[in-house]
């Protein structure tokens, strides 16, 4: 969270304030009402069960980070669709595409060999899921906005020795 701050990350700083304290609250309290509950919990958080309670903790802060970064991770898949469609034009035209040199070359005795590697992956369309993933959370600068306006926030910050200033539009 401060790492957040310090970069002016201000939406991924709100994110981690806003998430982490209340589902560790809810959790509690969840636990402390119901038996079943209790034992669910104890069994998320006992020692040999950390990658079920890493993702139970993690969900909702890694879509509130990855919401923050979509316009990033739409210009890198614009960026792999660009190449993809020269790759296909030029196919198309019949022009040879640029080889590399293969990755692996072995020499013996005063020969080469070429041992090229091609390898493709075909990857799941998941933007359905990705849309449901992403529905609960608030944009950017909304969730950066109501965390950093509520006076208990700031008073806790500042508690801390932690003072969020605007960061100067030199990148200062």
Request: aromatic share 6%.
């Amino acid at each position: 969270m401060v790492m957040s701050i310090n970069n002016h990350q201000w939406p991924d700083a709100a994110t981690f304030l806003k998430h982490g304290p209340g589902f560790a609250k809810a959790a509690g309290n969840l636990a402390a009402e119901d038996a079943r509950a209790a034992q669910v919990v104890d069994m998320l958080t006992a020692p040999d069960s950390p990658y079920l309670m890493f993702a139970m903790v993690a969900i909702p802060m890694v879509a509130q980070l990855v919401r923050n970064h979509q316009p990033e991770l739409i210009d890198a898949s614009l960026t792999f669709k660009e190449r993809r469609a020269e790759r296909k034009q030029a196919k198309a035209a019949g022009l040879k595409p640029k080889t590399a040199k293969p990755p692996i070359t072995v020499h013996v005795f005063k020969r080469e060999f070429k041992i090229p590697i091609r390898l493709r992956l075909r990857m799941p369309n998941l933007k359905g899921a990705f849309k449901a993933f992403l529905a609960p959370t608030q944009h950017p600068n909304q969730i950066a906005q109501e965390v950093f306006t509520d006076p208990g926030v700031i008073k806790a910050l500042h508690k801390m020795g932690v003072y969020p200033q605007e960061a100067s539009p030199d990148g200062d």
